[in-house]
């Protein structure tokens, strides 16, 4: 109730409240609270706040305007596709429309940022909210504040919470390392080795994988020097993962990475990808949203997931659906590749280091996505938008810091 009157004050505590009802989800979390649709209701008073004050006077630079663009045509296609060729249709354009919602969202989220300031307060409230959820993961399930129900693979989000961590983990690493402030590097310390076990918690292989991949990343993709200096982090959080926080039969699990047809989830994903192959080829224009499942057993023989991304993506909206979802997100690897390039190796701004953690964020999100059909994390939609504002503000700063509660004859967002 408070950051939802918050929200009609301000469009930026909108934006903060979305974030953290998604991330610190009291439905779950606090059995004591008797609200059922908080995010219906915090989205919602978003919205009409977005309407209220005047929208981000911060204009598209390059190709990064693209990236909503080829996002509006994947939710049409979700829709059309969804309405035309599921074979439930009622089914698919409900999760369409859905998903059309946190595409919503992650777009208004680019029209209420004014100034470097109000990103930073957005991914600062991602980092507490993934804090938060990470805790409860572990130690709230370990002291009965969550049910036992919730964990390893589910979590406590309403998604997946493993691609989430594996989302946010790069910014707990630079901002302990590069936060703008004390508090900020203590807040990224203290989230560090709690994330890191909230991983350990899923026991997924596939996000021990992407864990793998955005350590190789984040020593290849920043300036030498900072990455010099991350060695200590990464050697720590290293000593962390594999003497305190994994148990003995974590790595016995891991093991079986090596040897996948031998075991049998990991070797069912061959049958997966080929059924899913086959469907394309037979429904080249898509099946519907969330419609996998429905026909997954004329090829599969059971109703299965695709588990894979992009196995998902492409067999429920087509061939042309998956272009536009791939441009979308390889656009924003473009932009952020940009603001990477030109950070300055031994002083970076505080811009370049968000850019930096978002971009190597997302390449743990897509390695995790080989293997689970991570497509509806919500987070993942959100730091496209970051992506796209971090890039506007790092090449195309407003002339004049604005005051996002003042009247303005700019309007509104929608004006």
């Known amino acids: 109730m408070i950051g939802i009157g918050a929200t009609i004050s301000s469009s930026l505590w909108g934006g903060v409240t979305v974030i953290l009802a998604y991330l610190l989800n009291p439905h779950l979390v606090a059995r004591e609270i008797p609200l059922q649709r908080y995010q219906f209701y915090a989205t919602a008073a978003f919205v009409l706040s977005t309407m209220m004050y005047p929208a981000s006077r911060l204009r598209s630079v390059g190709v990064d305007k693209w990236v909503f663009t080829f996002l509006w045509f994947y939710v049409a296609d979700c829709c059309v ?4 060729l599921s074979r439930d249709p009622l089914w698919a354009i409900d999760h369409a429309i859905e998903f059309g919602k946190t595409i919503l969202v992650a777009w208004l989220l680019t029209k209420i940022v004014h100034s470097e300031r109000d990103i930073r307060i957005l991914l600062i409230a991602c980092v507490i909210g993934g804090f938060h959820a990470a805790f409860m993961h572990t130690v709230g399930i370990d002291l009965d504040w969550v049910s036992e129900k919730y964990k390893a693979e589910y979590g406590v989000l309403p998604e997946a919470q493993a691609p989430t961590n ?6 707990f690493v630079l901002i302990a390392m590069l936060g703008s402030t004390r508090y900020e590097k203590l807040l990224g310390w203290m989230g560090l080795p709690i994330v890191l076990n909230s991983i350990v918690e899923s026991y997924q292989r596939a996000y021990f994988v992407g864990l793998l991949a955005e350590s190789v990343f984040l020593l290849l993709f920043l300036p030498k020097r900072i990455a010099i200096r991350l060695i200590p982090v990464l050697a720590v959080a290293i000593v962390l993962y594999v003497s305190v926080l994994t148990p003995e039969n974590y790595w016995s699990w891991m093991d079986t990475i090596n040897e996948p047809t031998k075991e049998g989830s990991a070797a069912s994903r061959y049958d997966l990808y080929k059924a899913s192959g086959e469907m394309l080829a037979d429904h ?3 099946v519907g949203y969330r419609s996998f499942i429905l026909e997954s057993k004329k090829y599969y023989g059971a109703s299965k997931a695709a588990h894979s991304t992009i196995c998902t993506v492409a067999c429920e909206t087509g061939v042309q659906g998956f272009c536009l979802w791939l441009g979308a997100v390889l656009t924003t690897f473009w932009i952020l590749r940009r603001i990477r390039k030109a950070a300055d190796p031994s002083n970076p701004h505080q811009l370049e280091v968000y850019a930096m953690g978002i971009e190597i964020g997302l390449i743990g999100w897509l390695v995790g996505g080989l293997f689970h059909s991570d497509h ?4 993942a939609y959100w730091f496209l938008a970051f992506a796209v504002v971090l890039h506007r ?7 004049i810091e604005l005051d996002p509660n003042a009247p ?5 967002t929608f004006g």
């Open 81 to 84: 596709v969804s309405l035309l």
């Open 393 to 399: 503000l790092r090449f195309a700063p407003p002339e």
């Open 166 to 171: 594996l989302l946010l983990l790069p910014l």
């Open 376 to 379: 509806q994390t919500d987070p």
């Open 284 to 286: 080249p224009l898509g």
């Open 408 to 412: 303005d004859a700019a309007g509104s």
